[in-house]
């Protein structure tokens, strides 16, 4: 059996309710795999601040790539991409149907099409970039120095898109050769056989207000707490696990910098902004993914499944028999 099922959509939409709504409706003799595409639920210490499946849900199904890697690391895309490719692999050979969720849509990229085989860049480099970027000139002096050196790249990047520019411009410095070069080099290994992709696009106004209610709810559950581990590891504040929704907020909340109002607030801004971000980037990187999305419905979880449901039984039909 060679099929996956894929679901993606931002923040909050129900990702997770969905994976294992599906598991509980369809797959009842437990042959399922759960497997995580969020880039911050891959960090082990961070189960509330990113809003991982409870330890009740995890033993309901087989849930894997979930906290699997410590904060004083870097899970990268292609290092995401090779693992999910190990458990979807595991998974058809144990005859579980692999559902991949989450709301990184790079990491969706990687696993369908394959991925550039950039080397990691040293974190030298990566530090002299943030400084660079920090200073008056900023990210004007990068683009003025990729201009001279790999004027190819410039013409290919948004004068905004600063975090494409940081990139190449530390692809070129850590291995002399431009982006451009590594991003035609042999993609690598990606998903194969039958697949369906389940987008998720809730209304704006709903899906704003279930971020909101996450974010306090997370206070309630002891993420200020959890963050403050996080911070007593004394490890650099650079690393990705420090760039999860709330983090910063809640660092600074802990720190006496902001009244936990304010931070609540800040947090919730920026969860929403996130959510926009997430939503633009999948309007306009997955045109081929089934998009499942109402207009001023309450119950717009239940109204997506209405209309999931027969989809995905329609997609593994054949298999389950």
Not at 229 to 257: C, D, Q, W, Y
Request: with cysteine; hydrophobic share 40%.
């Amino acid at each position: 059996m060679n099929k996956t099922v894929l679901i993606a959509g931002p923040t909050a939409s129900g990702k997770s309710w969905l994976a294992l709504k599906i598991a509980k409706s369809l797959l009842s003799n437990n042959k399922v795999r759960i497997i995580n595409a969020d880039s911050m639920q891959v960090y082990s210490e961070l189960r509330i601040v990113t809003a991982r499946p409870s330890l009740e849900d995890e033993k309901l199904f087989l849930h894997k790539l979930y906290g699997t890697i410590s904060a004083r690391e870097s899970c990268s895309a292609g290092r995401w991409r090779d693992l999910a490719l190990d458990q979807i692999s595991a998974a058809r050979r144990n005859k579980e149907i692999p559902i991949v969720v989450g709301g990184t849509g790079l990491y969706f990229r990687a696993l369908l099409e394959g991925l550039a085989p950039v080397p990691d860049i040293p974190e030298n480099i990566r530090a002299t970039a943030r400084k660079i970027s920090e200073t008056h000139e900023g990210v004007s002096s990068l683009v003025a120095e990729l201009e001279r050196r790999d004027p190819e790249i410039v013409g290919k990047i948004a004068a905004t898109d600063t975090k494409r520019i940081i990139r190449a411009w530390e692809v070129l410095e850590a291995t002399g050769e431009s982006l451009t070069v590594w991003q035609q080099r042999n993609p690598g290994p990606k998903l194969d056989g039958s697949i369906a992709k389940v987008l998720l696009e809730p209304p704006r106004e709903h899906l704003y207000a279930a971020i909101d209610a996450r974010i306090l709810k997370m206070v309630e559950k002891g993420a200020l707490e959890e963050v403050a581990r996080l911070n007593e590891m004394h490890i650099s504040p650079h690393l990705p696990a420090f760039k999860a929704l709330g983090v910063p907020e809640f660092t600074a909340v802990n720190a006496g910098i902001l009244p936990l109002e304010n931070g609540l607030t800040l947090a919730q801004q920026a969860s929403r902004r996130y959510a926009k971000r997430q939503s633009t980037w999948y309007r306009n990187q997955a045109s081929d993914w089934t998009r499942f999305s109402c207009e001023g419905e309450k119950q717009y979880l239940e109204s997506f499944w209405g209309r999931i449901f027969p989809f995905i039984r329609e997609f593994l039909l054949t298999d389950l028999g």
